[in-house]
């Protein structure tokens, strides 16, 4: 089982729609998840930390669900510049101090005028 | 400009040559992360990095790359032999602590071997 599993997608959808991104992980010892969007041959850039509490920011909400290893993206009322890769980023301990983000190869989303 | 910065953003190496990847971490950041991303892969992480010590390097392929972050000077990732299957996009990284901060990302350098 892959560390990080994300639905590849791609999603297309029109403007204004809202859409929803699922991952799943399956390092129980993951400390810190993440949201990142990635756009075509750019870096990754950082959409969102993701909290047990549910958090939003604007027209995205991440919820984080650690008893089923769970982390969701819903992005409201879609623009075309939210047309990403948006990848599910799970950070955990590796040993001697140190941490590493494994990246789940992103799901594609594509918003239709 | 303040953020991650690597260069060169495109470098392009005959099979066998060495290649020499430069990233200087945002401002005020002490620990610098290299990741590869193959094409329609994820990104994977190398290697994990604080001033004059690799703190994690279990990412990195154990021949022919070795990262360093000195005192002065930027960050460099090296491959040495480069063979087709190097070819990928490097990206550097940087958090002012380590532990369970949000990484920042360099705009990466797009390696091509002939």
């Known amino acids: 089982r892959k560390e990080v599993e994300q639905d590849p997608g791609p999603f297309n959808v029109p403007e204004g729609a809202t859409v929803a991104f699922n991952c799943t992980y399956s390092?129980?010892?993951?400390?810190?998840f993440f949201w990142y969007r990635q756009d075509c041959r750019k870096e990754p850039k950082l959409l969102m930390s993701?909290?047990?509490s549910g958090n939003e920011d604007g027209r995205f909400t991440a919820q984080l669900n650690r008893a089923s290893q769970y982390i969701s993206l819903l992005i409201r009322d879609s623009k075309l510049s939210d047309s990403a890769t948006y990848l599910c980023?799970?950070?955990?301990?590796?040993?001697?101090?140190?941490?590493?983000?494994?990246f789940g190869k992103g799901t594609k989303l594509s918003v239709i005028p | 400009n303040a953020g991650v910065m690597q260069n060169p953003r495109h470098l392009v190496r005959r099979r066998g040559q060495e290649a020499r990847l430069r990233c200087s971490p945002m401002?005020?950041?002490?620990?610098v992360y290299w990741y590869r991303q193959l094409p329609e892969e994820g990104l994977k992480f190398m290697v994990y990095?604080?001033?004059?010590?690799?703190?994690?390097e279990s990412g990195m392929p154990k021949e022919r790359f070795s990262a360093e972050f000195p005192k002065e000077g930027p960050s460099i990732l090296r491959i040495q032999q480069v063979v087709r299957g190097d070819s990928a996009a490097y990206f550097c990284?940087?958090?002012?602590?380590?532990?369970?901060?949000?990484?920042?990302f360099g705009d990466g350098t797009r390696l091509s071997i002939l």
């Open positions: 990284a940087s958090s002012p602590q380590g532990g369970n901060q949000p990484q920042h």
């Open positions: 390092n129980s010892a993951s400390q810190s």
């Open positions: 993701v909290y047990s």
């Open positions: 980023v799970v950070n955990k301990a590796s040993g001697a101090g140190s941490y590493q983000l494994t």
């Open positions: 401002k005020g950041h002490s620990h």
């Open positions: 990095l604080q001033k004059e010590n690799i703190i994690d």
